[in-house]
T-cell receptor, first 112, second 112 residues
């Protein structure tokens, strides 16, 4: 079983749509979770951390369900500039050893 | 500007040649990382270093070597033993206080 699995995509949505990405992780010891965004041929950039209580940043909402080992990202009112690959990430941290495990990513294209 | 720089942006390797990829950060981060990204794949960890003069193998270290003589610098050498080096190489860093990793712009390595 892959350590971090994401929806394979691609997702093609019109501007203004709401889109949800799902992710599962296999390591129950994972402590922290993130969503990164990666534009074509660019480096990944942190979009948001994911907290157990759920967190929101503008049009973006992230949720974590530790019991189901499930993470989600919701994007409301999609913009053309949201087109990118979204990477689900889990840490395997223990002590001072921070290692990230990345999903393969889900490609989102927002169409005019 | 604070950040992570990688050079060169593109690098071409001939058969049997060793090449070195540069990674520099002025964020005063303790930990640095090297990842490899292949098309349609998630990022895979090559090597990481939590402090100066210390580093550990990641998941795919064979055919690569690193050094960490200075806090700011973490160069990666792709040796001739790496038989499939064509990939997008990403360097990242993080502080000891948080698990979030910040990425440089990457180096694309191509084999001639």
């Amino acid at each position: 079983r892959k350590e971090v699995e994401q929806d394979p995509g691609p997702f093609n949505v019109p501007e203004g749509a709401t889109v949800a990405f799902n992710c599962t992780y296999s390591n129950s010891a994972s402590q922290s979770f993130f969503w990164y965004r990666q534009d074509c041929r660019k480096e990944p950039k942190l979009l948001m951390s994911v907290y157990s209580s759920g967190n929101e940043d503008g049009r973006f909402t992230a949720q974590l369900n530790r019991a189901s080992q499930y993470i989600s990202l919701l994007i409301r009112d999609s913009k053309l500039s949201d087109s990118a690959t979204y990477l689900c990430v889990a840490t395997n941290s223990g002590g001072s050893n921070y290692k990230l495990t990345f999903g393969k990513g889900t490609l989102l294209t927002v169409n005019p | 500007d604070g950040g992570i720089t990688q050079s060169p942006k593109y690098l071409f390797r001939k058969e049997g040649q060793n090449v070195t990829l540069s990674c520099e950060q002025n964020l005063n981060h303790d930990a640095m990382y090297w990842y490899r990204q292949d098309p349609g794949q998630g990022l895979r960890l090559i090597y990481y270093s939590q402090i100066v003069n210390d580093f550990q193998k990641g998941d795919i270290a064979e055919g690569y070597s690193v050094s960490r003589e200075k806090k700011e610098s973490f160069p990666l050498t792709v040796t001739s033993a790496q038989k499939n080096p064509t990939a997008f190489y990403l360097c990242a860093s993080s502080s000891s206080a948080e698990e979030t990793q910040y990425f440089g712009p990457g180096t694309r390595l191509l084999v001639l």
